[in-house]
């Protein structure tokens, strides 16, 4: 489906300087049971959230009040694991318009790319200097500008820019998905196809 | 131009290239679950779209399945659902359905291939990380999310940039006990869990020539836990020995066709990777993890190493550390377990149970540990029995159970309790993976089995 355009997102920012977060910790398994796309956001983290009898694990970033935001700031190789979009999801439905980290998985960027959130991969010094930005002040503001593909420090001014392939940029901006450009060329998909030997 | 196999698959099923954005990449097999596609039929239902190719896409329900009493409706409201939805979905579109009860249910990586829906030269996508063990035949196989799923069923394509190529050499005989899951979570350990992101992954050199097809997919099955795409083997007259006469694999005169061009897929002598590792297989034992991802593995002998002598940051090793209730330094063996889960798409099949088998025969499994022995299928099961192997494992204690994901994922309900440790042969041990608070060693069969029959981590070539 067709999601929400993103330009330039400026908010406060929820740090999570953990690295190899994976999907299992983003949403377990046994929360991906809906046959529709909805609520996967009371399970984002669950099991880092929640203790066994659902009573708020206190030391937890998501149940810290002083951080919140639309920005999620993760450690080195954040989604790594399964290609459960759902994930995703959990991201979103939380309200996460964008992730930041130093590096990526590949399934859940491109995940993330088809759904809308946007995943800022920038450099470790950056990272560190983010997580500073943060600490010191919870409200420090985050701004990402994808029209410009640079990311800013409010707070200090400090910037970097960041890649995405001008496809998807494009597709961010206009809140178009890959479906919509597919169907516009299922003639030349079928012509391809009738060339196969399988 | 050289090519290497890889390329030569990829730019095989290029439908069309975007300037500064992915490939329009066709799909010749597509396998979906119950779990990852719902969403997408739902798309698709709310944009009034339809499949393109029903006859290329193939349903088997394996997730959220019960392992015990499946011929009974299944408990669990939400996972009935889910199975009901994929029932209902593939009904309605012409897709192929194995459902639970059906005798070529099963997990969909140990279906795929057992029925040869998958070949050389293919390209195979699923909602499911684990789609890369379909590289064991030189098919470009790699997981997707669900968005991806319903481009697949809409348009038989997805929109993809062409990952980097690596390739991994590994040369030399393996030693006793060292089995295809060791070779791949020894590269894993060496390569962290994303030292390969951004790459497919090709596997050469003797090791992986003389490894059976099953060997070969539990080592394409593991690349994604070093954050590749996904990994490949050329095709030999292995590969094509394991697909002759398989339900849906060519036959007569198209087998032939379909032979002489799988022949043709090998990387060119000259093809320049963007990176090559070679190892050599006398640095591999058998191993096992005791951390909270697939890339912290040790040999089994070896010792737990210390925060300063890994790369990455302290911080969150310790965190691993603590959540296993493991010490820097520490040795595996003789840390005592729970649990045992034999199973899952990474080592389900046959073969598995045959080096289980080899292990517990004649012998009890201990007192205090509770063992899950899960076929990847009804075929693999059947085979259990046709071979005497259940007879074997029935005698030293253990039950067999009956098809699907299971432990793996723990999505049904075999899940290892908060605080337990449970030597498994799947492929993944994060944190809560196998249940909330469960604590997973990943490893191989043989490993498994001289814990299952020990209660106690235990090198399996004392036992063999």
């Known amino acids: 489906m067709a999601y929400d355009k993103f330009n330039i997102l400026t908010s406060s920012a929820v740090p999570l300087p953990l690295e190899n977060v994976d999907t299992d910790q983003i949403i377990p398994a046994r929360f991906l049971k809906a046959t529709e796309r909805k609520g996967f956001g009371d399970n984002l983290f669950r099991d880092w959230r929640y203790n066994g009898d659902d009573s708020l694990k206190e030391d937890f970033v998501l149940n810290n009040p002083i ?19 759902h994930a995703a999801w959990a991201v979103y439905d939380y309200g996460f318009r964008c992730v930041v980290s130093s590096f990526f998985a590949d399934i859940f960027k491109n995940n993330c790319l088809n759904i809308g959130v946007l995943p800022v991969q920038v450099s470790p010094e950056f990272l560190k200097q983010i997580f500073d930005a943060v600490y010191e002040d919870a409200n420090a503001e985050i701004e990402v500008n994808l029209p410009e593909q640079a990311i800013t420090i409010k707070s200090t001014g400090a910037q970097e820019s960041f890649d995405i392939n001008s496809y998807k940029k494009q597709n961010m901006l206009n809140g178009f998905d890959d479906i919509d450009y597919l169907q516009n060329i299922k003639g030349e998909i079928e012509t391809f196809a009738n060339g196969l030997m399988l | 131009m050289s090519k290497s196999l890889f390329d030569k698959v990829w730019d095989s099923h290029v ?20 779990v990852t596609s719902p969403v997408a039929f739902l798309g698709l239902k709310n944009r009034g779209l339809n499949v393109m190719y029903p006859e290329r896409t193939f349903a088997t329900a394996d997730h959220n399945t019960p392992t015990i009493n499946q011929h009974l409706p299944v408990e ?33 990586h140990v279906v795929g291939p057992e029925n040869g829906i998958t070949f050389p030269g293919a390209t195979i996508v699923c909602g499911d990380s684990h789609t890369s063990t379909h590289g064991a035949f030189g098919a470009i196989a790699f997981g997707i999310g669900t968005s991806e799923v319903e481009m697949v069923l809409s348009t038989q394509c997805i929109m993809q940039p062409k990952p980097k190529k690596m390739r991994i050499n590994v040369n030399g005989a393996l030693g006793k006990g060292v089995t295809p899951k060791d070779v791949a979570l020894f590269i894993i350990s060496k390569l962290t869990t994303s030292g390969a992101t951004g790459y497919f992954v090709e596997y050469a050199g003797d090791v992986f020539e003389n490894m059976t097809m099953e060997g070969r997919m539990t080592v394409c099955n593991l690349s994604i836990e070093m954050g590749a795409r996904g990994g490949m083997i050329a095709p030999d007259d292995t590969t094509f020995e394991y697909l002759k006469d398989k339900p849906l694999s060519p036959k007569g005169d198209k087998w032939d066709e379909a032979v002489a061009y799988w022949k043709t897929l090998k990387t060119d002598a000259d093809t320049v990777f963007d990176k090559e590792l070679t190892f050599a297989s006398s640095e591999i034992e058998p191993m096992i993890t005791y951390g909270t991802n697939p890339g912290m593995g040790i040999g089994i002998s070896n010792n737990i190493p210390s925060a300063e002598a890994v790369e990455g940051g302290v911080a969150t090793y310790k965190k691993s550390l603590e959540y296993m209730g493991y010490g820097e330094n520490d040795t595996m063996i003789g840390k005592k377990i729970d649990y045992v889960f034999l199973g899952s798409c990474t080592n389900g099949r046959i073969e598995d149970f045959r080096a289980f088998a080899s292990i517990v025969k004649g012998k009890q499994k201990a007192d205090h540990v509770t063992a899950w022995l899960v076929p990847g299928s009804h075929e693999v099961e059947d085979k259990i029995k046709e071979e005497g192997l259940l007879d074997i494992i029935t005698d030293a204690g253990f ?45 191989s069969p043989l490993v498994a089995a001289a814990a299952a029959v020990t209660g106690v981590v235990t090198d399996p070539r004392d036992l063999l």
Not at chain 1, 67 to 85: A, C, D, H, T
Not at chain 2, 423 to 433: D, K, P, Q
Request: charged share 25%.
């Open chain 2, 15 to 34: 439908v069309r290239k975007i300037e500064d954005g992915p490939d329009v990449f066709f799909i010749d097999r597509h396998f979906i679950h119950e």
């Open chain 2, 76 to 108: 669990d409201p939400l996972s009935a659902n889910q199975l009901k939805a994929l029932e209902d979905n593939s009904k309605e579109h012409g897709i192929s359905h194995w459902g639970l009860g059906h005798e070529k249910n099963g997990i969909v």
């Open chain 1, 67 to 85: 951080y919140k935001g639309q920005i999620l700031v993760g450690g080195k190789n954040f989604g790594s694991g399964s290609s459960r979009e």
């Open chain 2, 399 to 443: 039950v067999l159970r009956q098809p699907g994901c299971s432990a793996c994922l723990a999505m049904n309900d075999d899940k290892v309790p908060a605080g337990k440790y449970a030597v498994s042969t799947s492929n993944r041990n994060f944190e809560g993976r196998q249940g909330p608070g469960s604590r997973t060693l990943l490893a």
